[in-house]
Each structure stands twice: as structure tokens, then as C-alpha cells.
């Protein structure tokens, strides 16, 4: 999301009001919880997202803070649990599990050691994984090998780690706001 005039930031922020209105009218409730596309947004879209209830902002590792008329985003890093001025919350993806992206690469083996790590610092293990990974209408043998690795990565978590608990982005923002 680049913002090279006011326009476009209007046209932002008035995306991100309509995307919400929307999502309730489909669910019947608000969305406490979201994620700015490619972890780009900046404090304005905060206070847009807290005045409709929006309370855990998911990101990467890096969030980019686009600004008007600048060439480059400002890079801000963020770590899970960190609270903004508005009271949100953000959660940081610290698993990554996109195997469309690189068909060479062990992305079990490797999330797995991401889910190690986060354990190991008594941390959420969040995964990022987006449906292109599961998607068959363009590739149907990208979904169906996706999809047997993805059942893999979670039958070894679950002889790992017996008592793991998944849960959506939403509980996990409530677990970790309980317990500050």
C-alpha cells in the first residue's frame, strides 16, 4: 500500500472502513483481529482499525509505515504482545510455512524448527500460510501436495507437542491481552 497523495490515503483508509463493514455484514459480528496486506500499514490505519474495534494487529517480523510523498517506508519491528498507544495489540507471524513459494525447500522441517524456537522462548508459535498454498484451480497437483504437507507439519506437531493447542488469531489476541 503506497501512499503518494492524500487521495491515496483516503482511498486507504476508507478501503479499510468498507473491508470491516463489510466482514460483518457477512459473519454477523466485527472483526477484532487484522492484517494489512504485505504487513504495510501505518498509524493512521491504526486508529481506523481501533475505532472499529479492531484490538490485535497480526505482521511479520517488519512492519512497513508508508507515508505520503516519502520514496521509502519506514520499517518499524514489533514483537508479540507489544502494545501500541491505542491499546492494541500486536501478534508477529514467527512461522513460516508457504511451500508454493519454493518447492525445493523442507518448509516441515523448517517450521518445525520455527515452532521449536518459538516454544522454547514459552512463546505462541504463529504460522503464516496463505491459501495460494491450498488453491487447485490454476494447479491442482500444487493444492494436493500442499495439502499433504501441511497434514505432515500438523501430525508432527501434535506427536511433538501432545498438549498444543491451535486456536485463531482472535483467541490467541484475547489469551495474550488476559494476560498482561
Known amino acids: 500500500w503506497e501512499m503518494d497523495t492524500e487521495e491515496d490515503k ?3 483508509l476508507n478501503s479499510i472502513k468498507d473491508g470491516l463493514n463489510k466482514f460483518e455484514q457477512l459473519f454477523g459480528y ?3 483481529s487484522a492484517i494489512a496486506p504485505n504487513y504495510t500499514w501505518n498509524k493512521e490505519m491504526e486508529v481506523v482499525l481501533n475505532d472499529l474495534g479492531v484490538r490485535y494487529l497480526q505482521g511479520g517480523g517488519v512492519q512497513r509505515s ?6 521509502r517506508n519506514k520499517i518499524i519491528r514489533h514483537f508479540t504482545g507489544e502494545r501500541n498507544s491505542l491499546g492494541q495489540y500486536y501478534m508477529v507471524r514467527n512461522c513460516k510455512f508457504e511451500p508454493t513459494s519454493n518447492h525445493g525447500k523442507d518448509w516441515v522441517g ?3 524448527s520455527e515452532i521449536k524456537n518459538a516454544f522454547f522462548w514459552k512463546k505462541p508459535a504463529i504460522i503464516e500460510t496463505h491459501r495460494v498454498n491450498y488453491i487447485g484451480c490454476i494447479n491442482p497437483e500444487n493444492r494436493d501436495r500442499n495439502l499433504k504437507l501441511l497434514e505432515e507439519l500438523l501430525a508432527v506437531i501434535l506427536k511433538t507437542w501432545p498438549d498444543v493447542e491451535f486456536m485463531t488469531s482472535d483467541r490467541l489476541g484475547a489469551v495474550i491481552e488476559v494476560g498482561k
Open 110 to 112: 523448517s517450521c518445525l
Open 30 to 32: 466485527p472483526s477484532c
Open 10 to 12: 483516503l482511498f486507504i
Open 66 to 71: 508508508p507515508q505520503v510523498k516519502l520514496d
